[in-house]
């Protein structure tokens, strides 16, 4: 006779095994996200692997009792009934459900972290479960991560199987009332408390305590698990709130910056069309004669850029201030930075009224339109335009042409740009639009048909996803030449977020990787072409220098600052996923401590643009200088965007 497979004990050992396995499951499956991001957590050694995932442990625990609390609760209740037979078959399913999620939560985000430089935010499941796409997302995404979905069900299958192999019985004698009932306030005590992380605190376990045990910040991501991350962000009021900063008296703070710009004297660009291209994942390094890194290889992307870049204005240096596309449009129609994981749009702030150019512009007579080829809704974008005071908006449906629709995101962008051409046409000058290209995001589809033999990856790549927004720019440009607003328009181009797609190469730091073109391009010559270096713009930066160079004459608020004035004094910043912030200067890129109120590291990224070792002998006097500047930022951003005062209006 076969001997059985199950072992059976009382409720309580039956319910710890349970937990412990389900835990042990969670740890595991970290050792496949540092295995296949092992290129982006610093190629840990194994004993750097097992030294991280110990230290994750402490935040696994959380997690895990997080999602089998209603399944503990149920187990330990001080009544006989928990050994109904029924009853505990329900459990069981509440148990394989829960369990189930969170594994399947942690596996997903394995292949899913490369493209949010971030483990799993709230807001990032409300971004994607919201967009109209969802369907053809989920499709593309188990399409090429097949395996991601084949392992979670095997560690969901593995999970249920072994959980089977201890079956509960009733024990011979009953355990008396009272101590079944102590016994349920100290275990439900016991798990409030590994919830909660830490006794003796104001404040549970939080992602910023992952900081403190690691030695680089992508190693961050190898102590955190994604099912906690969620979790710590669930409060989407909370987790899209921007905590006010305060640093200085208002006296103090009014001698290091302020908001309220006067406006530029009117000059012969008053009245020009404006507009701002955003490229999807159009990161300055992509850009031969933007490079910043110090390499001798031409990578040769982007040629029609690299040749508009040499007849316009450019800045050299301008820092994303997010990783995500609707925290870059944030930044480049609105004014004010979304630092990651923060999403302006689904937090309690998007009701505030912006000075932003659209809408100041349109109150001067300005059409305005935004051209984003997505399905409505697709990742907040439109709505953010539209919240910009872009009142029109075409996409996907107004665009009217499925057959240019590249199966998962929106049109294609050649098809588009000659869209956008023809419609500028028609709709009047003067205009203030933007067009969002898309086809340089993943999977980096091309029409039908398509001759890739002209690009120099003709596989499908982030690589031959920008080299084809080349050559759909260098059509828009043929079209837009023959158009009568052309020679009257200037052109800004700019990109929604650094390169995402370095990670594991040399180029991955916050420095490089951040880096976005800003071109200014006037087709009549008004705009004298140069180069403008010794200086460092942030994302945020844009709108303001838009309203610079059409001479908007009236005062208006706006955190960024002109970045071609006289008097432009600013850094680039950008919010680390440990919650510190890295600032980026001509010279010195720094690292702060979370609260803002040290320097934790200093690279001199001019000297060494790949960061490959901290700065030893540097100037500590513009050092202190670049953290007064960003403290003194984020109070005055942070104060505004709680207090609604991103609009002149709102400064009486």
Request: charged share 20%; with cysteine; aromatic share 14%.
């Amino acid at each position: 006779m076969r001997k059985s497979l199950t072992v059976g004990t009382n409720i309580y050992i039956s319910t710890l095994y349970r937990f412990v396995l389900a835990l042990l499951l969670l740890w595991l499956t970290r050792f496949g996200f540092i295995w296949y991001n092992h290129d982006v957590v610093g190629e840990p050694s194994v004993a750097e692997a097992l030294r991280l995932s110990m230290h994750g442990l402490h935040f696994d625990l959380s997690a895990a009792l997080y999602f089998n609390a209603l399944f503990i609760a149920m187990r330990i209740l001080p009544f006989g009934f928990v050994y109904n037979r029924i009853y505990l078959r329900i459990s069981d399913w509440v148990y394989w459900i829960c369990n189930g999620i969170m594994l399947a939560i942690n596996v997903g985000d394995t292949p899913y972290y490369r493209f949010t430089g971030a483990r799993l935010r709230w807001s990032n499941v409300l971004n994607v479960t919201t967009d109209s796409e969802i369907g053809n997302i989920v499709g593309q995404y188990a399409g090429s991560y097949w395996w991601a979905f084949v392992a979670g069900a095997a560690v969901i299958a593995l999970l249920v199987w072994l959980s089977l192999r201890v079956r509960t019985v009733r024990p011979s004698k009953n355990i008396a009332w009272p101590w079944r009932t102590l016994l349920f306030l100290v275990l439900g005590g016991l798990c409030a408390l590994g919830m909660r992380g830490r006794v003796g605190s104001g404040i549970p376990l939080a992602i910023p305590d992952a900081a403190f045990v690691v030695k680089t910040p992508p190693e961050i991501n190898a102590v955190l698990n994604s099912p906690f991350t969620i979790l710590r962000s669930l409060n989407v009021k909370k987790s899209n709130r921007e905590a006010v900063l305060e640093f200085f008296d208002a006296e103090e703070l009014a001698a290091i910056r302020t908001s309220v710009h006067k406006g530029a004297a009117p000059g012969s660009l008053d009245g020009r069309n404006v507009l701002v291209i955003i490229i999807e994942s159009g990161g300055a390094e992509w850009v031969d004669t933007l490079s910043a890194s110090g390499r001798s290889d031409n990578r040769g992307l982007m040629p029609f850029l690299d040749s508009l870049a040499s007849r316009s204005l450019v800045v050299q240096d301008v820092i994303a201030s997010s990783r995500s596309s609707c925290g870059g449009a944030t930044s480049v129609l609105m004014g004010f930075p979304a630092f990651d994981p923060f999403y302006f749009m689904l937090s309690p702030y998007n009701k505030n009224v912006v000075d932003s150019p659209a809408r100041l512009l349109a109150a001067k007579g300005r059409k305005t339109t935004f051209y984003y080829g997505c399905k409505h809704g697709s990742f907040n974008i439109d709505q953010t335009a539209f919240a910009s005071g872009l009142t029109r908006v075409i996409d996907r449906e107004a665009y009217g042409n499925d057959a240019d629709f590249d199966g998962v995101w929106g049109i294609f962008d050649e098809p588009m740009g000659e869209y956008v051409a023809k419609d500028l046409t028609a709709l009047g000058e003067p205009f203030f639009a933007s067009w969002f290209t898309v086809s340089a995001h993943g999977p980096f589809t091309l029409p039908e048909g398509w001759d890739t033999s002209m690009f120099r990856h003709p596989e499908a790549s982030p690589e031959r996803g920008l080299e084809y927004t080349d050559y759909a720019l260098r059509r828009f440009f043929e079209f837009a030449s023959r158009q009568p607003w052309y020679a009257n328009t200037t052109f800004v181009i700019t990109a929604d977020h650094g390169n995402r797609d370095f990670k594991g190469t040399a180029y991955d730091n916050d420095y490089l990787r951040n880096r976005i073109p800003f071109i200014v391009y006037a087709p009549d010559g008004s705009i004298e072409p140069g180069r403008v270096t010794g200086r460092v713009g942030s994302q945020f930066d844009i709108p303001a220098t838009i309203l610079g160079l059409t001479g908007y004459d009236e005062p208006y608020v706006s955190v960024g600052s002109d970045m071609l004035s006289d008097g432009f004094c600013g850094y680039g910043l950008a919010r680390t996923d440990g919650g510190s912030y890295v600032v980026v200067g001509p010279k010195y890129t720094i690292y702060t401590s979370t609260d803002v109120k040290n320097v934790v590291q200093v690279y001199d990224t001019q000297a060494d643009p790949l960061m490959t070792a901290e700065a030893v002998d540097y100037d500590c006097e513009e050092v202190a200088a670049m953290l007064r500047w960003a403290q003194a930022f984020l109070q005055d951003y942070t104060t505004r965007l709680n207090g609604d005062k991103m609009t002149i209006g709102h400064e009486r």
